[in-house]
């Protein structure tokens, strides 16, 4: 009977209707847990969400409720009437969402949503789908710090070279007065007295230029290498403070500066290693000398702060503009050329210093109000107490020491 067959013919595809959509269900759950994906659909007159979600990612802890925020955002702002006459494309929303699952994982999400219309023009909804992104997530991270470590090793390399053209020229300044006074003392020595003064000089001061480089890079190698030890033993700072004015007084000097000292003699005691102790105040007058003008002003004051010692030395030279102070202690590099003539350096004084004090149990700061404004250096240095014998543990210093990074400069500017 062809009502019959009809019926027939319908039910069958119906039933091959029904598997065909079981199968496809069955291909996409299986495609979406494989991709870690989930699908989502917004009813825009209900407000309600459904989810096709076989790995359920949706439900962790304060996630859903950040996704439902999301989304009502999305469609308060954006699912109102349009027409299809008025051409316009359905508009797509994004956004990536970090969470923490019950386990204690964190995990990248990313929720994507797009605003559809039905036949009828005053139905809409928003359909969208919901992935799990961690692994691009820690391949962007990681693409990122190759990248930091190629411009890192392309800046490194670009500073050992400057540092290299630096030690090249301040270890040759100082052979062509040594070859002339040579010179000099063959051709002449004997018959002029005071030419063989001048030249002797001349030597003796560039010999103890080059030996002070070469003794400053020693000591930055045995740093980096945690290899340089200090002599400890109970130090009279105003005694360390006397001898690093008596080396630096003559530059000073020439320089036409004054210097001024206040409370530079008082009997403070520190557990430390007298010489280098000199060395650090040494290096920092010497470095305020370098960037003061002529007929400018030095001070350092030294005074006791609780169980501390504080010396501050403060020159109105160049200073230091803001953006540079937190570089001032890196090594192997330059802030400025030194206003007076003379050797610039290599840049690593003010990195020694650090060190030092570090190694010292002390801190070391800088401030400056900007360029021209001249700047501060301030140490503090644990106070000796002679009555209870208490001095640090040089080992235990040792260890919070931060080594300098050598022989690679950093790209930054710093005095000394």
């Not at 407000?47 to 439902?68: C, Q």
């Not at 470590?149 to 301040?170: D, P, T, W």
């Not at 100082?174 to 010179?183: E, V």
């Not at 250096?377 to 210093?397: C, G, M, V, W």
């Amino acid at each position: 009977m062809p009502g019959v067959n009809a019926i027939k013919d319908m039910t069958e595809q119906i039933k091959y209707g029904e598997k065909a959509w079981r199968d496809s269900q069955a291909r996409l759950q299986l495609a979406l847990e494989a991709a870690r994906m989930a699908v989502w659909e917004r009813d825009s007159a209900t407000g309600g969400i459904t989810w096709l979600d076989p790995t359920n990612i949706h439900t962790a802890i304060d996630f859903e409720d950040r996704f439902l925020a999301w989304a009502q955002d999305i469609a308060e702002r954006n699912l109102h009437p349009f027409s299809k006459a008025e051409n316009q494309s359905p508009q797509s929303y994004s956004q990536e969402f970090r969470i923490v699952l019950p386990d204690g994982r964190s995990i990248w999400l990313e929720a994507q949503g797009q605003r559809v219309s039905d036949d009828q023009e005053s139905s809409q909804r928003l359909v969208g789908v919901l992935s799990d992104i961690t692994d691009r997530k820690r391949a962007e991270e990681s693409l990122r710090q190759i990248k930091e470590a190629e411009e890192a090793l392309r800046q490194a390399g670009q500073k050992n070279e400057e540092f290299i053209a630096l030690l090249a020229h301040e270890l040759r300044n100082p052979l062509a007065p040594i070859l002339t006074s040579a010179q000099l003392l063959r051709r002449r020595g004997s018959e002029r007295p005071d030419l063989l003064e001048s030249a002797a000089s001349s030597i003796e001061r560039q010999v103890k230029h080059l030996t002070r480089l070469i003794n400053d890079l020693l000591d930055v190698s045995r740093v980096a290498r945690g290899k340089l030890r200090l002599n400890f033993e109970i130090t009279d700072m105003a005694s360390a403070i006397a001898q690093a004015v008596k080396a630096c007084q003559p530059v000073i000097d020439k320089n036409r500066q004054e210097l001024v000292l206040k409370g530079a003699d008082q009997p403070l005691d520190v557990w430390g290693d007298p010489a280098r102790l000199s060395q650090i105040v040494a290096n920092l007058l010497l470095n305020a000398s370098k960037f003061t003008p002529a007929n400018g002003r030095i001070e350092l004051a030294m005074n006791q702060v609780g169980k501390e010692i504080s010396i501050r030395i403060r020159d109105n030279g160049i200073g230091i503009e803001p953006g540079k102070l937190e570089h001032i202690f890196e090594p192997f590099v330059q802030l400025a050329r030194p206003l007076h003539s003379g050797h610039s350096g290599l840049g690593i004084g003010l990195a020694l210093v650090k060190s030092l004090v570090e190694m010292h149990g002390g801190k070391i700061s800088v401030a400056s109000p900007g360029k021209d404004q001249g700047s501060e250096f301030s140490i503090r240095l644990p106070l000796f107490d002679r009555s209870s014998e208490q001095k640090s543990d040089p080992t235990e210093i040792h260890g919070d020491v931060q080594p300098i990074r050598s022989p690679i400069p950093h790209d930054a500017p710093t005095e000394g």
